[in-house]
């Protein structure tokens, strides 16, 4: 990307610098793709820029996710089911719900 503020979207069509996007439609979206039907769970980035990557990340019952590191903030929000979070450091400001 030439510019390092500029947002790449992939999903949802962007208005005046804000996007909007279903996210009802996207998890079905991603769940009648090829990554679902071969494995545990499919994911998309949605947007990025230098300062934020959001990402979909759709999972199956049971699925588990191998230690990860992420640059910068993570917010998590879990839309439906429950999700079990071991955090080896976690940042002063984070909070869990």
């Keep these: 990307m030439a ?4 947002s790449e979207w992939t999903a949802g069509h962007p208005v005046d610098g804000i996007a ?3 996210i009802a439609d996207e998890i079905a979206r991603l769940k009648r793709g090829p ?4 494995g545990d769970r499919a994911a998309e980035s949605l947007a990025k ?3 934020l990557s959001v990402t979909l990340l759709v999972l199956k ?3 588990a996710l191998k230690e990860h590191r992420a640059r910068g903030t993570v917010a998590l929000t879990v839309v439906t089911g429950a999700i079990r979070l071991n955090g080896a ?5 984070m909070v869990a719900v």
């Design 3 to 6: 510019d390092a503020t500029k």
């Design 20 to 22: 909007s996007l279903k």
């Design 35 to 38: 990554q679902w039907a071969a």
């Design 49 to 51: 820029n230098s300062e």
């Design 61 to 63: 019952p049971g699925a």
């Design 89 to 93: 450091t976690l940042n002063a400001g």
